[in-house]
C-alpha cells in the first residue's frame, strides 16, 4: 500500500439535514492529506463534524467518475457531481430531505475543468441565488431572494435584489429591495455605481415613492443630489415610554452640489411650498461666501459669510423684513460693532468685540433714542458701568475693581436733584461671580442694604459742585475725620473711632483753624437752616438749635466748652 496526499477543495456550501434542525454550512474546505488510497478504486472520506460521507472514485490516482457524498445519519445522498482528472465537470447537485424522505434538489453548480462555469442556484444564509458564472466569476443574470416561512410554514421568498455581472462585476441596471419594498434602483459600470441612482420611501408601505436622486460617476458622487424628503425621529410626546419613537415626515426639498465625491457648488433646500430654506454655496465641503438661512414659521432670514466652514464676515438678522442685527464675524469669532433692534427699526443697544471677547463699550438705548445704559468691558469684564436719564447726562457711575478673594471693590457716583453723591462698596457675588447682565436690576433692589453692599472706603456729599459731607467708612463702620459743608465759611468736624464718635470741632474752612467766637448757621440749603450754635474756641458754647427741613424745629440743647448740659 502507498500513501498519498491530496488536497479536494468543495468551494460551494452544503445544506446539511441533522435530526433537529437544518444547518447551513458555507464556503466548506475538505482537507485531505496523507490518504490512503491506490491507484484504482472508491475511496471513503468521513467529516463527522459535519455529517458528511464523501466517496472519491480514483483512476490512474486521481479523482475520476462521479462523486457522491452521504449523510451519516440517514446514509441519504447529499451532493453529487463528476470529477475527470481532478477537475469537477458538468453539474453538481445539493439535496434536501423532507419528513418523508422525499429528495430535493435545493441547490446546484456547473463546472467547466474545475472552474465553476454556467448556471447555477446556492443557498447562502438564508438567501436564495440565481445567476451564473465563467471562469469561476459572476456573470450574466443575478437575483438573490431572502428565505423565510410564514406561520403556517409555507416558504415564502422575497427579492432583495436582481442585475447583471460583468467578469465578476456588476454592471447595468440594478433593483434592491428591503422587506419586499423597492429601496433602490441604480447602474453600475465595472462594479462601481454610475449615472442616476433612485431611492424610495420605506416607510410607506403602499406606494413606491421617489425620496433621493443620487449622480455618480465611476463610483463618486458627481452632480446633483436631489432629496425631496426625509424623516425625522422624535421621542413620542404625552409619553413616559422612552422606547417610543415618533416619526415624522418632513416634506423639504434639498439639492446638493457633488464634484469628485465632494461638496462643490450652489446648494439650496425649499419647503413644500417652495420657500427657501437655505441657500449658499459649498466648496469642497465646506461653506464658502455667503449664506442665507430662512424660517417661514418665525418670520426670520439669517444672512452668514463662511470662510471655509467658519463664519467670516457681514451677520445680518431680519425678522419681518426688518433688519434686527447686524455685526461681524473674524474667523469664526465675533468682532467690531454688533447693533441690535427691533421690528420697528428701534435701536436697542450696540455691543463690541475684539476676536469673540466682549471689549469696550456696550451702549443700551432708551425708547426715545438716547442713550439709557453704558457697560465697558475690558477681556470680556465689566470693569465701568454707566446710566443716564433722558437728557444722557449720567446719573449712576460704577467702576469695578476685581479682587483675587472674588470680592468687588466699586467706585459708586449718583446724581441726586441737588446733589453728586460718590461712594466706595465692597460687594461680595456668590460662586459664579458678578453678574453683568443682573446687576443693576440687584443695586437698584439692595443698593441701600450694607450687607449686600458693604461701606468700605470714602464717603462724599457734593451740592453745586462743593464738598458738603466728607467721610470715610470701614466695613460699614464711621471712622476718621468726617466734615460737614454746611456753612460757607466754617467747617464741622466729626471725629469717629470705630463707629463712636469722639469729638467734634468748627473750623475756619480756609485755615482749619478753630473758630475764636461767633454764632454761626448751618444750612440744608438757600434759607432753609439746620442748626443755630454758639462757637467759642472750636466748640460748642450756648444754645444749639436743630431744624426740620420745612424749618420747624427739632430739640434745643444746651453746651459749655463743647460738653452738652
Same mark, same amino acid.
Given at each position: 500500500?502507498?500513501?498519498?496526499?491530496?488536497?479536494?477543495?468543495?468551494?460551494?456550501?452544503?445544506?446539511?439535514?441533522?435530526?433537529?434542525?437544518?444547518?447551513?454550512?458555507?464556503?466548506?474546505?475538505?482537507?485531505?492529506?496523507?490518504?490512503?488510497?491506490?491507484?484504482?478504486?472508491?475511496?471513503?472520506?468521513?467529516?463527522? !463534524?459535519?455529517?458528511?460521507?464523501?466517496?472519491?472514485?480514483?483512476?490512474?490516482?486521481?479523482?475520476?467518475?462521479?462523486?457522491?457524498?452521504?449523510?451519516?445519519?440517514?446514509?441519504?445522498?447529499?451532493?453529487?457531481?463528476?470529477?475527470?482528472?481532478?477537475?469537477?465537470?458538468?453539474?453538481?447537485?445539493?439535496?434536501?430531505?423532507?419528513?418523508?424522505?422525499?429528495?430535493?434538489?435545493?441547490?446546484?453548480?456547473?463546472?467547466?475543468?474545475?472552474?465553476?462555469?454556467?448556471?447555477?442556484?446556492?443557498?447562502?444564509?438564508?438567501?436564495?441565488?440565481?445567476?451564473?458564472?465563467?471562469?469561476?466569476?459572476?456573470?450574466?443574470?443575478?437575483?438573490?431572494?431572502?428565505?423565510?416561512?410564514?406561520?403556517?410554514?409555507?416558504?415564502?421568498?422575497?427579492?432583495?435584489?436582481?442585475?447583471?455581472?460583468?467578469?465578476?462585476?456588476?454592471?447595468?441596471?440594478?433593483?434592491?429591495?428591503?422587506?419586499?419594498?423597492?429601496?433602490?434602483?441604480?447602474?453600475?459600470?465595472?462594479?462601481?455605481?454610475?449615472?442616476?441612482?433612485?431611492?424610495?420611501?420605506?416607510?410607506?408601505?403602499?406606494?413606491?415613492?421617489?425620496?433621493?436622486?443620487?449622480?455618480?460617476?465611476?463610483?463618486?458622487?458627481?452632480?446633483?443630489?436631489?432629496?425631496?424628503?426625509?424623516?425625522?425621529?422624535?421621542?413620542?410626546?404625552?409619553?413616559?415610554?422612552?422606547?417610543?419613537?415618533?416619526?415624522?415626515?418632513?416634506?423639504?426639498?434639498?439639492?446638493?452640489?457633488?464634484?469628485?465625491?465632494?461638496?462643490?457648488?450652489?446648494?439650496?433646500?425649499?419647503?413644500?411650498?417652495?420657500?427657501?430654506?437655505?441657500?449658499?454655496?459649498?466648496?469642497?465641503?465646506?461653506?464658502?461666501?455667503?449664506?442665507?438661512?430662512?424660517?417661514?414659521?418665525?418670520?426670520?432670514?439669517?444672512?452668514?459669510?463662511?470662510?471655509?466652514?467658519?463664519?467670516?464676515?457681514?451677520?445680518?438678522?431680519?425678522?419681518?423684513?426688518?433688519?434686527?442685527?447686524?455685526?461681524?464675524?473674524?474667523?469664526?469669532?465675533?468682532?467690531?460693532?454688533?447693533?441690535?433692534?427691533?421690528?420697528?427699526?428701534?435701536?436697542?443697544?450696540?455691543?463690541?468685540?475684539?476676536?469673540?471677547?466682549?471689549?469696550?463699550?456696550?451702549?443700551?438705548?432708551?425708547?426715545?433714542?438716547?442713550?439709557?445704559?453704558?457697560?465697558?468691558?475690558?477681556?470680556?469684564?465689566?470693569?465701568?458701568?454707566?446710566?443716564?436719564?433722558?437728557?444722557?447726562?449720567?446719573?449712576?457711575?460704577?467702576?469695578?475693581?476685581?479682587?483675587?478673594?472674588? !470680592?468687588?471693590?466699586?467706585?459708586?457716583?449718583?446724581?441726586?436733584?441737588?446733589?453728586?453723591?460718590?461712594?466706595?462698596?465692597?460687594?461680595?457675588?456668590?460662586?459664579?461671580?458678578?453678574?453683568?447682565?443682573?446687576?443693576?436690576?440687584?443695586?437698584?433692589?439692595?443698593?441701600?442694604?450694607?450687607?449686600?453692599?458693604?461701606?468700605?472706603?470714602?464717603?462724599?456729599?457734593?451740592?453745586?459742585?462743593?464738598?458738603?459731607?466728607?467721610?470715610?467708612?470701614?466695613?460699614?463702620?464711621?471712622?476718621?475725620?468726617?466734615?460737614?459743608?454746611?456753612?460757607?465759611?466754617?467747617?464741622?468736624?466729626?471725629?469717629?473711632?470705630?463707629?463712636?464718635?469722639?469729638?467734634?470741632?468748627?473750623?475756619?474752612?480756609?485755615?482749619?483753624?478753630?473758630?475764636?467766637?461767633?454764632?454761626?448757621?448751618?444750612?440744608?440749603?438757600?434759607?432753609?437752616?439746620?442748626?443755630?450754635?454758639?462757637?467759642?474756641?472750636?466748640?460748642?458754647?450756648?444754645?444749639?438749635?436743630?431744624?426740620?427741613?420745612?424749618?420747624?424745629?427739632?430739640?434745643?440743647?444746651?453746651?459749655?466748652?463743647?460738653?452738652?448740659?
Amino acid at each position: 500500500m502507498k500513501i498519498y496526499y491530496l488536497l479536494i477543495l468543495l468551494a460551494t456550501p452544503i445544506l446539511v439535514f441533522g435530526q433537529s434542525s437544518d444547518i447551513y454550512i458555507d464556503n466548506i474546505e475538505s482537507k485531505i492529506s496523507a490518504l490512503d488510497t491506490v491507484g484504482s478504486g472508491k475511496v471513503e472520506f468521513v467529516d463527522s !463534524a459535519l455529517n458528511i460521507k464523501v466517496v472519491y472514485p480514483f483512476k490512474a490516482k486521481k479523482v475520476d467518475g462521479k462523486v457522491e457524498g452521504y449523510y451519516l445519519d440517514n446514509n441519504k445522498l447529499a451532493f453529487s457531481g463528476k470529477s475527470i482528472k481532478n477537475l469537477k465537470q458538468g453539474l453538481w447537485e445539493y439535496y434536501s430531505y423532507d419528513s418523508l424522505g422525499t429528495p430535493t434538489t435545493f441547490q446546484w453548480f456547473n463546472y467547466d475543468n474545475d472552474s465553476l462555469s454556467g448556471p447555477f442556484m446556492q443557498i447562502k444564509a438564508n438567501r436564495l441565488i440565481n445567476g451564473s458564472y465563467l471562469n469561476d466569476s459572476l456573470d450574466g443574470a443575478f437575483k438573490s431572494q431572502l428565505i423565510s416561512s410564514d406561520d403556517s410554514g409555507n416558504t415564502i421568498l422575497a427579492v432583495l435584489d436582481s442585475g447583471l455581472y460583468s467578469k465578476g462585476k456588476r454592471y447595468g441596471e440594478w433593483v434592491f429591495f428591503k422587506n419586499g419594498k423597492l429601496f433602490q434602483i441604480g447602474y453600475y459600470e465595472n462594479g462601481l455605481m454610475h449615472r442616476n441612482w433612485k431611492e424610495f420611501d420605506l416607510l410607506d408601505r403602499d406606494t413606491n415613492t421617489l425620496m433621493v436622486e443620487t449622480q455618480y460617476f465611476e463610483g463618486t458622487k458627481t452632480g446633483n443630489e436631489k432629496i425631496y424628503f426625509h424623516y425625522d425621529f422624535i421621542p413620542c410626546p404625552d409619553t413616559e415610554d422612552t422606547n417610543c419613537i415618533d416619526t415624522i415626515k418632513v416634506m423639504e426639498f434639498e439639492q446638493i452640489p457633488w464634484q469628485d465625491g465632494e461638496m462643490t457648488g450652489s446648494y439650496f433646500k425649499t419647503d413644500e411650498k417652495a420657500n427657501t430654506l437655505e441657500k449658499g454655496t459649498y466648496n469642497k465641503n465646506k461653506k464658502m461666501g455667503e449664506w442665507v438661512f430662512t424660517d417661514p414659521i418665525s418670520k426670520t432670514e439669517e444672512t452668514i459669510n463662511f470662510l471655509d466652514d467658519v463664519r467670516n464676515g457681514p451677520y445680518v438678522l431680519k425678522v419681518n423684513s426688518k433688519t434686527t442685527i447686524t455685526g461681524t464675524y473674524a474667523q469664526g469669532k465675533k468682532s467690531g460693532t454688533w447693533t441690535y433692534r427691533d421690528e420697528t427699526g428701534h435701536k436697542l443697544r450696540d455691543e463690541n468685540y475684539d476676536k469673540g471677547i466682549r471689549s469696550g463699550d456696550w451702549s443700551y438705548y432708551q425708547s426715545q433714542g438716547a442713550l439709557g445704559l453704558k457697560k465697558v468691558f475690558a477681556n470680556d469684564t465689566m470693569v465701568e458701568l454707566y446710566e443716564y436719564n433722558k437728557d444722557e447726562v449720567e446719573t449712576m457711575i460704577f467702576e469695578f475693581r476685581y479682587k483675587t478673594n472674588s !470680592a468687588v471693590v466699586i467706585k459708586y457716583q449718583e446724581l441726586n436733584k441737588d446733589s453728586l453723591v460718590f461712594k466706595d462698596f465692597v460687594f461680595q457675588p456668590d460662586s459664579g461671580g458678578l453678574n453683568d447682565e443682573t446687576f443693576m436690576e440687584l443695586f437698584k433692589t439692595s443698593g441701600k442694604d450694607t450687607s449686600v453692599f458693604i461701606l468700605d472706603g470714602g464717603y462724599v456729599v457734593k451740592k453745586d459742585g462743593q464738598p458738603d459731607v466728607m467721610g470715610t467708612y470701614s466695613m460699614n463702620v464711621m471712622t476718621g475725620n468726617w466734615d460737614y459743608y454746611y456753612n460757607p465759611s466754617i467747617l464741622w468736624r466729626k471725629v469717629y473711632d470705630m463707629g463712636f464718635m469722639k469729638f467734634e470741632m468748627f473750623l475756619d474752612k480756609a485755615t482749619l483753624a478753630p473758630i475764636d467766637k461767633g454764632d454761626y448757621v448751618l444750612w440744608y440749603g438757600a434759607e432753609r437752616p439746620r442748626l443755630e450754635i454758639k462757637v467759642k474756641e472750636g466748640l460748642r458754647n450756648g444754645k444749639s438749635t436743630y431744624y426740620k427741613v420745612d424749618g420747624e424745629v427739632l430739640k434745643i440743647e444746651k453746651y459749655k466748652d463743647g460738653v452738652i448740659q
